[in-house]
C-alpha cells in the first residue's frame, strides 16, 4: 500500500493505481514454452532505449496485436553500487506453445512459435534461453517412423550437456513455476543454470531499466476466448484498494472472478478453478457412466491434457477389450492414442499391452499417472511389452480381463498349474504348463485349440460350463469331476487368462507416459535410456538385437538391424547415431557371434550382410493381423464371463 501509494503520486493523473491479488490457477498445470533472459557477462550491463517506449513494451504490445495470450513476469532488486538485478520471464499460453515433452520444442522450432524477447534487446550480452536452444547444437529430424510423435530433436557431436540441460529448461516444469511465482524451493533451477554456465538474473545500470521496464495495457482478454478446446484462463484478479481512478476507465475490466469447483484434493495454488470444470465428462468406477466416482488422478490426467489442448473422447473406448481405457486422447496435431489411468502402477501389464495393441487404429497409448515411479514403471512396460525371450520363443504377458471361452465353456486346469504363453517369430502362439504344450494358434487368425488329443488322460486342460453343480469335463465332453458349488471348483481350478499378444515389438515412439502428481505434469521418455552412464553404442547395439531378435531360420540384414535400432534410440541419444556406423556394427557383431563362415562375405557393403540365424522376436502389425487375436465373441457380465472371473487367480509374471 505504501508503494502504491508512492507510485500513483509519480504518475501523471490520467493513468490509475489499484491494488489486486493474482491467482495465477486459471493458468493451468501444464507447462507452455517459456523463455527468459540470460546473459554470461560478469559486468553490468547496459540497455540503450532506442524509442518512446521500452523493449519490454515494444514485444509485449506485438504479442497484444497478435491476440497471442502470455504471460509476463519482471523482477527488480537493487545490487549495489547503484545497479539492479533484473528477472525477466515471457511465457506464451496458446496450444501451439505447450512443452510437455521434447518433440513439443521440435514442433516450435518448425513453426516459429518460439519468443524472441532477447532480440528485442539487440545487445550482445543478452540472450534467452531458447535462442541458446537453437544454438546449442540441436538439428531438427523429421523421420517417417515417429508417427504420432511429429518431429523430434537430435543433438550433434560435441554438444556436451548443455544442449541437454536447455531442454530440461524447457520441457520441465521449473522455469513455469517460476514465471508464475508458485516455485517453492528455486535452488533446483539454480543449478540448472550454473551447469549451463549462464547467469538467470541480469544485472544492468540504473539507467537500463527504462528499457526493460514499461507499462502496457492489456487488461481485456479477448485473446484468451478465442482459444478453444485449450482449457486455460487468465490468472484471476481480485481487487483490494482502488488508489486512484482512470477517466473512461472500466475497473471491472480483466477480473477474472473466481469460480468454485475443480480437483479439490490438489494442494494449495494448483488447486483448479476453470469455469468448465462441471462440464468435464468423468468416468465413473461403477457402471461406466459419467459421475464424481473418477479418482482424483483422472481427474487432474483430464484437466492436464486439456490444458495441453487435446480433446478426450470418453465413449469411444465401448470397444477397447480392456476396463483400464479410459478414454480416447486426440491431439490437435497428431494421432489418437488410448488413455489409460493407472493411478499408482497397479494395472497389470497385460492390461497395459492390451490397451496400446486394440485401443486405436495407430497403436498409441498415453499411461497416466500419479507418481514418477509408476510412469517409468509403465514406459519399461511399453518399452518391452513381454516378459523375456527362452530360446525361440518369446514369453508374453497374460491378461486379467480376458478369458479363454469358447461355446459357452471355460477353459480350466488344476489350480497349481503353471501356465506360460508364447509367441515365435512366425507369430505361433502357445499355451505351456510345465514343458507340455496345451494349445496353439496364430497371430494370424488361427484359432486358440488345444493341441493334446480330448481322450489323454494326462492334459490337465479342462472346460466347465456355468451350469449348477458345475461338472468338469474333457475337451470331448465327458465329465471327469463334479463339485457341489462354484466355491468348491475354485478351490481346485482356475480359469486360463489369454495372452496379451503386442501389436508392435516396442511402443517407445508411440507411447507417452504422463505423470500429475501434485509437482505438476512430468513426461516420462519410454525411450531406452542409451548414451548415459558411459554407455558405448556397441552395447546398445548388442543389447537391441539380444531384446528384440532371437534365433530364426530367416535372416535380418544389417540395414534392417541398424534401421529399427536407430530408430528407438535416436530420440534418446547423446549424439547423432549414424545409420552407416550402425550398421558397420551390426556386421563386426555378426562376424564376432557366428563367425565368418555364416556371414556373407566381407567385401560386400554392409546393407547387404545378414545376421546369421536371427530374426525379429515376434511379428509387427500388420494389416491383415487381427486387432485382438484369440478374442472370445462372450460379453462381460454374462454366466460364462462371470464364471471365468470368479476362477481367476492373479498370474505370476515371473
Known amino acids: 500500500m505504501r508503494f502504491g501509494t508512492w507510485l500513483a503520486d509519480q504518475l501523471i493523473d490520467r493513468i490509475g493505481v489499484e491494488i489486486v491479488t493474482c491467482d495465477p490457477t486459471p493458468l493451468g498445470r501444464t507447462q507452455t514454452l517459456t523463455t527468459r533472459l540470460v546473459t554470461d557477462s560478469e559486468t553490468p550491463i547496459a540497455v540503450d532505449r532506442a524509442g518512446s517506449q521500452s523493449h519490454l513494451a515494444t514485444y509485449l504490445d506485438e504479442l497484444i496485436e497478435q491476440s497471442v495470450p502470455h504471460v509476463a513476469r519482471t523482477i527488480v532488486a537493487p545490487a549495489g553500487s547503484g545497479t539492479y538485478h533484473v528477472e525477466q520471464q515471457v511465457g506464451y499460453v496458446t496450444p501451439q506453445a505447450r512443452t510437455l515433452q521434447r518433440r513439443d520444442l521440435a514442433r516450435h522450432s518448425t513453426q516459429n512459435t518460439g519468443p524472441s524477447l532477447a532480440a528485442q534487446y539487440d545487445a550482445d550480452a543478452i540472450t534467452s534461453t531458447w535462442e541458446l536452444l537453437t544454438e546449442a547444437g540441436w538439428n531438427l529430424k523429421t523421420l517417417r517412423s515417429q508417427s504420432p510423435c511429429q518431429p523430434t530433436l537430435h543433438r550433434q557431436p560435441g554438444a556436451g550437456a548443455t544442449a541437454g540441460t536447455l531442454v530440461d529448461l524447457c520441457t520441465q516444469q521449473l522455469e513455469y513455476q517460476r514465471l508464475l511465482g508458485t516455485l517453492g524451493d528455486p535452488q533446483p533451477l539454480a543449478d540448472q543454470y550454473d551447469a549451463l554456465a549462464y547467469s538467470p538474473t541480469l544485472e544492468v545500470d540504473?539507467?537500463?531499466?527504462?528499457?526493460?521496464?514499461?507499462?502496457?495495457?492489456?487488461?481485456?482478454?479477448?485473446?484468451?476466448?478465442?482459444?478453444?478446446?485449450?482449457?486455460?484462463?487468465?490468472?484471476?484478479?481480485?481487487?483490494?484498494?482502488?488508489?486512484?481512478?482512470?477517466p473512461g476507465t472500466d475497473e471491472t475490466a480483466g477480473h477474472n472472478p473466481r469460480v468454485p469447483g475443480g480437483d479439490q484434493s490438489s494442494s494449495n495454488f494448483w488447486t483448479p478453478a476453470s469455469a468448465t470444470v462441471?462440464?468435464?465428462?468423468?468416468?465413473?468406477?461403477?457402471?461406466g457412466a459419467v459421475g464424481p466416482a473418477a479418482s482424483a488422478v483422472t481427474r487432474r490426467a483430464i484437466k492436464c491434457l486439456r490444458e495441453y489442448g487435446d480433446s478426450l473422447s470418453m465413449t469411444a473406448t465401448s470397444g477397447v477389450d480392456t476396463p483400464w481405457a479410459t478414454a480416447v486422447r486426440r491431439p490437435p496435431d497428431g494421432d489418437?492414442?488410448?488413455?489409460?489411468?493407472?493411478?499408482?502402477?497397479?494395472?497389470?501389464?497385460?492390461e497395459l499391452i492390451a490397451a496400446a495393441s486394440h485401443g486405436v487404429e495407430t497403436h498409441a497409448i498415453t499411461v497416466v499417472?500419479?507418481?514418477?515411479?509408476?510412469?517409468?514403471r509403465a514406459a519399461a512396460i511399453l518399452r518391452e511389452p513381454f516378459v523375456g525371450t527362452a530360446d525361440t520363443e518369446t514369453i508374453l504377458y497374460p491378461r486379467t480381463a480376458r478369458h479363454w471361452i469358447t461355446s459357452g465353456h471355460v477353459a480350466v486346469v488344476p489350480r497349481e498349474t503353471p501356465l506360460q504363453w508364447t509367441i515365435d517369430p512366425n507369430g505361433t502362439v502357445r499355451l505351456y504348463a510345465a514343458d507340455a504344450c496345451l494349445a496353439s494358434g496364430t497371430v494370424w487368425g488361427d484359432p486358440l485349440r488345444p493341441t493334446v488329443p480330448s481322450d489323454d488322460p494326462s492334459t490337465p486342460l479342462r472346460w466347465v460350463a456355468p451350469e449348477s453343480p458345475p461338472v468338469v469335463r474333457t475337451t470331448d465332453g465327458v465329465a471327469r469331476d463334479q463339485y457341489d458349488?462354484?466355491?468348491?471348483?475354485?478351490?481346485?481350478?482356475r480359469s486360463i487368462q489369454l495372452p496379451a499378444v503386442p501389436a508392435r515389438r516396442w511402443w517407445s515412439p508411440r507411447a507417452t507416459c504422463l505423470s500429475v502428481g501434485p509437482a505438476g505434469p512430468s513426461v516420462v521418455d519410454p525411450r531406452r535410456r542409451f548414451g548415459r552412464h558411459e554407455e558405448s553404442l556397441e552395447t546398445a547395439l548388442e543389447a537391441f538385437v539380444t531384446t528384440y531378435t532371437c534365433q530364426a531360420e530367416t535372416t535380418l540384414t544389417a540395414s534392417t538391424i541398424a534401421t529399427a535400432c536407430r530408430r528407438l534410440l535416436c530420440p534418446q541419444s547423446a549424439t547423432v547415431v549414424s545409420h552407416m556406423e550402425l550398421k558397420r556394427l551390426v556386421t563386426d557383431l555378426s562376424r564376432r557371434t557366428t563367425g565368418p563362415t555364416h556371414t556373407e562375405s566381407a567385401l560386400m557393403e554392409p546393407e547387404t550382410v545378414t545376421l546369421t540365424q536371427r530374426g525379429w522376436i515376434y511379428p509387427d502389425a500388420t494389416a491383415d493381423r487381427p486387432a485382438a487375436p484369440f478374442a472370445d465373441a462372450t460379453a462381460a457380465g454374462t454366466p460364462t464371463a462371470s464364471l471365468a472371473e470368479s476362477l481367476a487367480v492373479a498370474p505370476d509374471y515371473k
Not at 216 to 235: I, K, L, M, N, S
Not at 485 to 493: F, M
Open 278 to 287: 462441471a462440464d468435464w465428462p468423468l468416468p465413473s468406477s461403477g457402471s
Open 369 to 376: 499417472t500419479e507418481t514418477q515411479a509408476a510412469a517409468e
Open 206 to 246: 540504473a539507467q537500463s531499466l527504462t528499457s526493460m521496464l514499461g507499462l502496457v495495457w492489456g487488461y481485456d482478454t479477448p485473446a484468451w476466448d478465442t482459444q478453444h478446446d485449450f482449457d486455460r484462463r487468465p490468472p484471476i484478479l481480485e481487487p483490494l484498494a482502488l488508489l486512484r481512478s482512470a
Open 336 to 350: 489418437a492414442s488410448i488413455l489409460v489411468v493407472d493411478d499408482d502402477g497397479s494395472v497389470p501389464p497385460g
Open 485 to 493: 458349488t462354484p466355491a468348491a471348483l475354485a478351490d481346485e481350478y
